[in-house]
């Protein structure tokens, strides 16, 4: 098993750091292509290239996650806490930097953090939305979810020039809104 992130404290689990002979702190300032083209890497002998093959692959953190999140039409990822809370929102704020901030309707946004790496961005907004009590509302398998669309869903679909469709549940209906909507504000 690898820990690509560099998060455990299992002493036997290997980290990025670890297969690549380098500090875990500077994988956050360069990439792991960067660190081997170094001069005097351990494993390289003088202007000798890089023998093997680095695979990686992209990977969705959103796809799978407990909580529903939905990214909007400018890049950026909501979770809709409800009328209450408003949204908590996830916008880039540099090259691999994200920022967190909850954003209501009838208050000045509030910063949960910035120049965050995605993954501690994400967790730090679940672990807000967990301690708001709405976690069950926004959990990706509620059963609300599945109930059809309410007219007032669909009235606001079509007042912002969507169509929707027959069938349409709430949850579908939602994802639809939170994508518009979360870029507002």
């Known amino acids: ?22 500090e875990a702190g500077r994988l956050a300032q360069q990439s792991v292509l960067e660190i081997l083209d170094r001069p005097g890497h351990p494993d390289q002998e003088a202007d000798a290239p890089l023998a093997g093959t680095l695979h990686s692959t992209p ?19 909501v979770l809709s806490l409800g009328t209450q809370h408003g949204t908590l929102r996830l916008r880039s704020d540099g ?4 920022q967190a901030v909850q954003v209501r309707r009838d208050a000045e946004p509030v910063r949960l953090g910035d120049t965050l790496p995605l993954p501690y961005a994400q967790g730090l907004a ?16 509620a059963p609300w979810r599945q ?5 007032k869903q669909t009235a606001l679909l079509r007042k912002l020039g969507m169509t ?18 979360g870029d507002w504000g």
Request: some cysteine; overall charge negative.
């Open 59 to 77: 990977v969705d953190l959103f796809a799978r996650r407990a909580l529903r999140w939905v990214q909007t039409r400018q890049g950026a990822w």
């Open 95 to 98: 090259p691999d930097t994200w």
């Open 126 to 141: 679940e672990d807000y939305a967990r301690h708001l009590g709405v976690a069950r509302l926004v959990e990706a398998e």
């Open 164 to 181: 929707a469709r027959a069938g349409l549940t709430k949850g579908e209906a939602a994802d639809l809104l939170a994508a518009v909507l």
């Open 147 to 151: 109930q059809p669309a309410t007219e």
């Open 1 to 22: 098993m690898l820990d690509v992130v560099g998060l455990s404290t299992h002493p036997t689990l290997h980290t990025t750091a670890t297969l690549f002979d380098c």
